[in-house]
């Protein structure tokens, strides 16, 4: 399959046409099921919250029964695991929705979590309806392919320890880089330049997981390509890319972005 381009397709029938064991990351940002149960119209004024200050986005793409949720999480789960490098690795982004069917599906599919990273967005949304504690972290699970149980991923240990990551809080150069991550989530202008995804994730972010995990001229596979992040994080970092998006619209922005000269 061809490389740097994102393809505006279901990335279950699109992955099965890419090679085994030929990408080196892949960053899956899947769809949370955080929008079920009703046909309330997404409205941007109101904020409907399920369970802490997650607005109930009420996307088409984000609305599953637990079963069909599962079944989807397998089958696109199998697809990463056979396409994934021994020496790659998989970053999966997810809230406690769902990260705990990813996780589950994960061992049973002897996928190795290597890390369970806790993204501490210190800026978030306070919740309106006091009734609950302010959300403020993501799920993000960190695992390999676990190829005759060797663990034989790349990681970037000096990167990791020697960096500067001067707007997180908690972490100092020269010591090691823990699980908890404090990036706040807000976007620079040059990237809702084009429009905006409701779950869009920030390039600072991103980029960490590629600094982290690989290098030049590898290829990352986004299943879930969206607004395009993290295809544009690859490709500002000098790595190749293959993007899935089923909305045409999220699609549209992404290739506006990426074709963009605006890039760092
Ligand atoms: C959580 S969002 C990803 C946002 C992305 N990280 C960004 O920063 O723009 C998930 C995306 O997956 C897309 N999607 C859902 N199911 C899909 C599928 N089976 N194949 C490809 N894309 C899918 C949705 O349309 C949505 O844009």
Not at 14 to 34: C, E, F, T
Not at 85 to 100: A, C, E, R
Not at 158 to 170: A, H, T
Request: aromatic fraction near 10%; charge should be positive; glycine fraction near 6%.
């Amino acid at each position: 399959m061809k490389t740097n381009v994102i393809y505006n397709e279901n990335c279950i029938e699109g992955m099965r046409k890419i090679d085994s064991n030929s990408v080196d990351l892949i960053i899956a940002d899947p769809p949370y099921n955080l929008s079920k149960g009703s046909n309330i119209l997404w409205d941007h004024t109101t904020n409907i919250n399920l369970g802490g200050n997650w607005n109930k986005t009420m996307q088409k793409w984000d609305n599953y029964e637990l079963n069909d949720y599962i079944s989807f999480t397998i089958a696109w789960l199998k697809e990463a695991q056979r396409i994934l490098k021994p020496t790659g690795s998989m970053w999966i982004f997810g809230t406690y929705h769902n990260i705990g069917i990813v996780n589950t599906v994960c061992q049973l599919l002897n996928i190795e979590i290597i890390n369970e990273v806790i993204w501490y967005k210190r800026n978030s949304f306070p919740n309106l309806a006091g009734r609950r504690l302010t959300a403020s972290h993501e799920n993000i699970l960190w695992c390999h392919k676990n190829e005759k149980k060797k663990r034989q991923y790349y990681f970037d240990y000096e990167y990791s320890k020697e960096s500067e990551f001067s707007e997180d809080n908690l972490k100092e150069k020269g010591k090691q880089m823990r699980t908890v991550w404090d990036i706040p989530n807000n976007k620079e202008k040059r990237e809702l330049k084009f429009g905006k995804h409701p779950t869009q994730k920030p390039l600072r972010l991103l980029k960490r997981m590629i600094n982290l995990s690989t290098k030049e001229n590898d290829t990352i596979l986004v299943p879930f390509s969206g607004a395009g992040s993290e295809c544009l994080a690859s490709k500002e970092l000098n790595r190749n890319f293959i993007g899935f998006e089923i909305e045409k619209e999220y699609y549209d922005i992404s290739i506006k972005r990426i074709n963009d000269g605006d890039i760092q």
